[in-house]
Structures are given as C-alpha cells and as structure tokens.
C-alpha cells in the first residue's frame, strides 16, 4: 500500500498561518497533479486547492486569497500554506496526487486543523 506522508496541522487560532506538507514515495511516477482535499465532520470531502505538474493552480472560491499551493517536482512534495485561517477551515486535511501513468489517485492519512476562535 503506498502511503502519502503529511505533516503539520493541529490546534491554531483563528488569523494563524500553518502550514501542511505531504511526500509521495518516488515509486509513484508520472505524477501531474498534486492537491489538497478537506472533510469537515458531517460534510463531504470537498477540493481546497491543487497544481499540475506545470505549475497551474486551481482553489476553492473560500480559501482563494489566503492560501497557497506549491509543489517541488524533484522532490515529489507539495505544500500548503494557510494565512487568516478561519474557524470554518476546521477539517481533516488530505494530500492527494493523480498518476498520470496508471490512472490512479493516492491519498494521505489525513491531518487534522482546528481553528480556534
């Protein structure tokens, strides 16, 4: 089973700015998309942002203006920098990333932020 590796989130305050990383194993090749996806108790999973292996970008009409993706080709890692965070940003956060190659779609465990008011 290959397993995305995510870090950050937690507990921040309302106006904090964390930040999320996730990696993808090497053995996953041809990777053109990278993202963030997000589940809210109660809620469905929904897109926050995600970029192409060319750079284009694409958020969620809620989070544009304060956050940003970024990923590193090489390195196979895509980041997620929060600012204003808002308590309604309060969810379980997902790495995903698209093979190109097989069709396929990876996901990481899941990190949770909590924004405190």
């Known amino acids: 089973q290959v397993q995305l590796v995510e870090s950050g989130g937690g507990l921040v305050q309302a106006g904090g700015s964390p930040r999320l990383s996730c990696a993808a194993p090497?053995?996953?090749?041809?990777?053109?998309?990278m993202g963030w996806y997000r589940q809210a108790q109660g809620k469905q999973r929904e897109l926050v942002a995600a970029?192409?292996?060319?750079?284009?970008?694409n958020y969620a009409d809620s989070v544009k203006g304060r956050f940003t993706i970024s990923r590193d080709n090489a390195k196979n890692t895509v980041s997620l920098q929060m600012n204003n965070l808002k308590p309604e940003d309060t969810a379980a956060y997902y790495c995903?990333?698209?093979?190109?190659?097989?069709?396929?779609?990876?996901w990481g465990q899941g990190t949770q932020v909590t924004v405190s008011s």
């Open positions: 995903n990333v698209h093979s190109l190659l097989i069709d396929r779609d990876y």
């Open positions: 090497g053995r996953i090749s041809s990777i053109n998309r």
């Open positions: 970029v192409t292996v060319g750079g284009t970008t």
